[in-house]
């Protein structure tokens, strides 16, 4: 596309200004944008469908309408303002939400425990709400999780106009989290020896470890788009050291995506924040494969 990176920058500046309730400049922002695109164009109507979800009146001073002690709380300032609004807590009970996440917990509750099949499908949503969460905090629309029992879970959003840093960083949300519930569960298992809490921190981080494959819509393949090559050949090579170390097969999968990606017909990308990309997707590689391995470890060493 002739205007990519005009549009890109743009795209940018409106998430920012509509993070910061700024409707009007998010506007103007959209408006640039809408004129850089052909009219026909599915990108086109998405700007204008994005136009028109634009509050008319609302904090055009560009001043946020959450209590100010929220902005200390820096990324974690959206799990506050939700918290504070209790629409979003009646929104969890939405009946397609809630059926489909009640159905997930039935069908593992059935197959393993009541214990197991509850705390996997809370696992699960922890996983989907760090990608919810990281796209409200930036401004973008995001549906509640979907459950499909069997297979998994997913939020719908749009990524049109949107950065591949900013895909990258809503991909690796969900990783992220995800991890943050697997150390939850091994802490518990420490504190009770109790070895469902050591199968809820395996399993989960193995469902997690296995998002990280950069290949089609996982979430590494989300992230992979705002790596370098060398950078996916770093992740390729901690890949193979991590899945000797701990004798995880699983993440020889990652390796070899990272390759395809790296050595493929896909242009290489060039993004100032591919270095800090490529260390935060290692660092959860490395955090996933040993929780992944708890269950052939025996005890965690935290």
């Given at each position: 596309?002739?205007?990519?990176?005009?549009?890109?920058?743009?795209?940018?500046?409106?998430?920012?200004?509509?993070?910061?309730?700024?409707?009007?400049?998010?506007?103007?922002?959209?408006?640039?944008?809408?004129?850089?695109?052909?009219?026909?164009?599915?990108?086109?109507?998405?700007?204008?469908?994005?136009?028109?979800?634009?509050?008319?009146?609302?904090?055009?001073?560009?001043?946020?309408?959450?209590?100010?002690?929220?902005?200390?709380?820096?990324?974690?300032?959206?799990?506050?303002?939700?918290?504070?609004?209790?629409?979003?807590?009646?929104?969890?009970?939405?009946?397609?939400?809630?059926?489909?996440?009640?159905?997930?917990?039935?069908?593992?509750?059935?197959?393993?425990?009541?214990?197991?099949?509850?705390?996997?499908?809370?696992?699960?949503l922890v996983h989907e709400f760090g990608h919810f969460?990281?796209?409200?905090?930036?401004?973008?629309?995001?549906?509640?999780?979907?459950?499909?029992?069997?297979?998994?879970?997913?939020?719908?959003?749009?990524?049109?106009?949107?950065?591949?840093?900013?895909?990258?960083?809503?991909?690796?949300?969900?990783?992220?989290?995800?991890?943050?519930?697997?150390?939850?569960?091994?802490?518990?298992?420490?504190?009770?020896?109790?070895?469902?809490?050591?199968?809820?921190?395996?399993?989960?981080?193995?469902?997690?470890?296995?998002?990280?494959?950069?290949?089609?819509r996982l979430d590494g393949g989300q992230a992979i788009?705002?790596?370098?090559?060398?950078?996916?050949?770093?992740?390729?090579?901690?890949?193979?050291?991590?899945?000797?170390?701990?004798?995880?097969?699983?993440?020889?999968?990652?390796?070899?995506?990272?390759?395809?990606?790296?050595?493929?017909?896909?242009?290489?990308?060039?993004?100032?924040?591919?270095?800090?990309?490529?260390?935060?997707?290692?660092?959860?590689?490395?955090?996933?494969?040993?929780?992944?391995?708890?269950?052939?470890?025996?005890?965690?060493?935290?």
């Amino acid at each position: 596309m002739a205007h990519g990176s005009k549009l890109e920058e743009l795209a940018a500046s409106a998430r920012r200004h509509e993070q910061s309730r700024n409707p009007v400049a998010a506007q103007a922002d959209w408006q640039a944008a809408l004129e850089l695109l052909p009219a026909d164009s599915s990108q086109a109507a998405w700007v204008r469908a994005r136009l028109a979800e634009l509050p008319p009146d609302t904090a055009k001073s560009g001043k946020s309408d959450a209590p100010a002690w929220t902005r200390k709380l820096g990324p974690f300032a959206p799990i506050a303002v939700l918290a504070l609004k209790g629409k979003f807590f009646l929104s969890l009970l939405k009946a397609p939400f809630l059926l489909s996440f009640v159905a997930f917990a039935g069908l593992y509750w059935g197959l393993y425990g009541a214990r197991f099949g509850v705390g996997l499908a809370i696992l699960i949503l922890v996983h989907e709400f760090g990608h919810f969460l990281e796209l409200r905090r930036r401004g973008l629309a995001a549906n509640l999780p979907m459950f499909i029992p069997g297979f998994g879970a997913y939020v719908r959003w749009t990524a049109a106009g949107v950065t591949s840093d900013t895909r990258a960083l809503v991909g690796l949300a969900g990783p992220l989290a995800g991890a943050v519930g697997a150390a939850f569960c091994a802490l518990m298992w420490l504190r009770t020896g109790e070895r469902v809490w050591m199968a809820l921190a395996s399993f989960s981080a193995f469902i997690n470890l296995m998002n990280l494959i950069p290949v089609w819509r996982l979430d590494g393949g989300q992230a992979i788009v705002a790596v370098t090559r060398t950078g996916r050949i770093a992740i390729a090579l901690a890949s193979v050291l991590l899945a000797a170390y701990f004798s995880q097969p699983l993440v020889l999968l990652v390796a070899g995506g990272a390759v395809f990606r790296a050595f493929g017909n896909e242009p290489a990308a060039d993004t100032s924040r591919s270095y800090g990309l490529t260390i935060y997707f290692i660092a959860l590689l490395a955090v996933l494969t040993y929780l992944s391995s708890l269950a052939r470890l025996g005890a965690p060493a935290l």
